[in-house]
């Protein structure tokens, strides 16, 4: 079997597989490549616990550990998704939010297991570095403004319009 020589590591007390598939039946190019079991009388914990989840998040190699509460998700990490259009931004934040998630501020959220999201339109990206410095700021303040990026917001930004 032929291996990444990285992927992400996720650290959850006791729901990485749940996780795994919640993120694998919401992002596209996502899916669950292995589920790794706690053999008799390797731990403490009982024979047959979820103990990794190898998967596929977008695209990218992750593993999720179930490690116990020791440690938290915190802002220090986040996965940037970009979006094509404002029906794929809704449906992703929706999915997050709606699923024990938090909405966060400037397209940020965070899930039920207290990961960091930015569900990010790709005309934000393009807005926040427009050649023209003026449009730039105006998108800037009108991001600033925002929990979940509307895209006509931005839009109307760009052209120096006030957002609806």
């Not at 490690?67 to 220090?76: E, L």
């Not at 790709?122 to 570095?129: F, H, N, Q």
Request: proline share 5%.
């Amino acid at each position: 079997m032929i291996r990444n020589k990285a992927a992400v590591f996720l650290w959850f007390d006791t729901e990485a597989e749940a996780a795994a598939n919640f993120y694998a039946e919401t992002f596209p190019d996502s899916h669950v490549d292995k589920v790794i079991r706690i053999r008799e009388g390797v731990s403490d914990a009982p024979a047959g616990t979820v103990q990794l989840v190898e998967m596929t998040l977008l695209g990218l190699p992750y593993v999720l550990l179930n490690a116990g509460p020791d440690v938290q998700p915190n802002d220090a990490y986040s996965l940037q998704v970009y979006t094509e259009d404002q029906a794929e931004t809704d449906r992703l934040w929706a999915a997050i939010t709606g699923n024990g998630g938090e909405e966060i501020m400037c397209g940020w959220c965070k899930d039920r297991w207290g990961y960091r999201w930015q569900i990010t339109p790709l005309i934000l990206m393009d807005a926040l570095s427009h050649p023209d410095p003026a449009a730039s700021a105006r998108v800037q303040a009108a991001m600033m403004q925002m929990r979940k990026i509307e895209i006509s917001d931005i839009e109307a930004a760009l052209r120096g319009a006030t957002p609806t």
